[in-house]
């Protein structure tokens, strides 16, 4: 069923650079997008398809087909024109891996509903749902999206999935307006697009117990991993794929590596076709004299409780105006303010803004009490 306030639709399957050029040739100040991807046995994700919703025509955009995609990078990157999506942090990924671009203009309607309701991750389907009153299969969720031709289901699943965007920004737009909450979420949309992506030679810091290592052995493991990721990025496979994190952590803690070594630790097939590549990976690790800051340490219980007072503080005021505990609760974010203020006496600068005229104060006692 299908939202009885949208006209006649229009879909296009485009697969023709002349299709394409045509779509996007259209003058719209509002755009819905979504896209459709496999990621499965592979690092990045591959695309299958870009939906794109104007008023009551939607394109799909056969991104297995070898057109000059341009004219999309041009209007992804265009602030005038409002991209509306749902969830929209997988389909980032797509974008910028794809095509190279990080949308500027862009709204997500569940970041935005999160700022009216007590509910953080609502789905496309429960939003569609609760504003517009229709229920939307999802049979062809995890279809499979690189084979051609697509079904017909797909295709409805496909227009569905990003048909009603445009109307539900509109009515989300006007809620939050109706509460003064637009800066809020403007606010938290681009703290959102402003994470960084972690580098190849950060992203051993991530690994579970790296906090554990001391400083030589954190280097060995910085050497491991970003090996790992390189080669994982290069080869597009999963990390998991190349070498595990356990195995990396255990070459970490050696005193030495050889290959008779790496035969008790490794894998045979992941010996074979990387072991050569490990021994050098450890052996420069091992020798590096520039070594890396250690790995922050979980907190202590005192820590902790400090974290629990500050997230009732937050999970309180969230309760009272109607919205998402998350967005003033995650109990990161709150252990990021923890830190912060341990180090510099003050919080971070992220939370400048809505957080702060919410809570700012109230953390502040809080922290200043504990830890000042």
């Known amino acids: 069923m299908r939202y009885v306030g949208v006209p006649a639709l229009t879909e296009q399957l485009v697969d023709t650079q002349k299709a394409l050029d045509a779509v996007l040739g259209v003058n719209c100040d509002v755009l819905g ?43 992804l990157l265009d602030p005038m024109v409002v991209k509306i999506m749902h969830a929209c942090s997988e389909d980032l990924e797509v974008l910028q891996h794809h095509l190279k671009v990080r949308p500027r203009g862009l709204v997500d309607t569940q970041l935005a509903h999160a700022f009216l ?54 009515m989300i737009r006007s809620r939050l307006d109706e509460q003064d909450r637009y800066p809020w979420f403007a606010q938290e949309m681009s703290r959102m697009l402003d994470q960084p992506i972690i580098s190849p030679d950060e992203y051993y810091r991530t690994l579970k117990g790296a906090w554990r290592l001391h400083p030589k052995q954190l280097s060995i493991l910085r050497s491991l991993v970003t ?16 070498v595990w994190d356990a195995h990396l952590m255990k070459l970490a803690q050696s005193e030495r590596v050889s290959g008779r070594i790496l035969e008790g630790i490794l894998p045979p097939g992941v010996l074979r076709e990387h072991g050569d590549a490990v021994l050098t ?37 969230a309760n009272r105006l109607g919205m998402a505990v998350e967005l003033l609760a995650r ?20 939370f400048a803004g809505w ?4 809570v700012g104060d109230a953390f502040l006692d809080v922290l200043s009490g504990h830890l000042g």
């Open 117 to 170: 309701e007590p509910e953080f991750s609502l789905s496309y389907a429960g939003l569609v749902e609760r504003y517009l009153g229709v229920e939307l299969a999802k049979q062809s969720t995890r279809s499979n999206w690189l084979k051609r031709p697509l079904s017909a289901a797909q295709l409805e699943y496909a227009v569905d999935d990003v048909l009603y965007l445009p109307e539900l920004w509109s």
């Open 281 to 317: 990976a450890f052996d420069e690790g091992k020798s590096a004299t520039q070594l890396p800051e250690p790995v922050v340490r979980p907190f202590s219980s005192h820590h902790g409780k400090i974290v629990k007072t500050l997230r009732e503080i937050a999970s309180e005021t």
């Open 227 to 242: 090996w790992r990721e390189h080669e994982a990025r290069d080869r597009d496979v999963p990390r998991s794929k190349t």
């Open 355 to 358: 957080r702060d005229e919410l």
């Open 33 to 75: 997008i979504d896209t459709e991807f496999i990621r499965v046995n592979t690092f990045y994700p591959i695309p299958a398809l870009y939906q794109l919703a104007q008023g009551a025509e939607v394109a799909l955009i056969d991104a297995q087909a070898l057109l000059d995609y341009s004219s999309l990078q041009t209007t």
């Open 331 to 350: 109990k990161r974010d709150v252990e990021a303010c923890v830190r912060h203020y341990e180090a510099l006496q003050d919080l971070p600068d992220w």
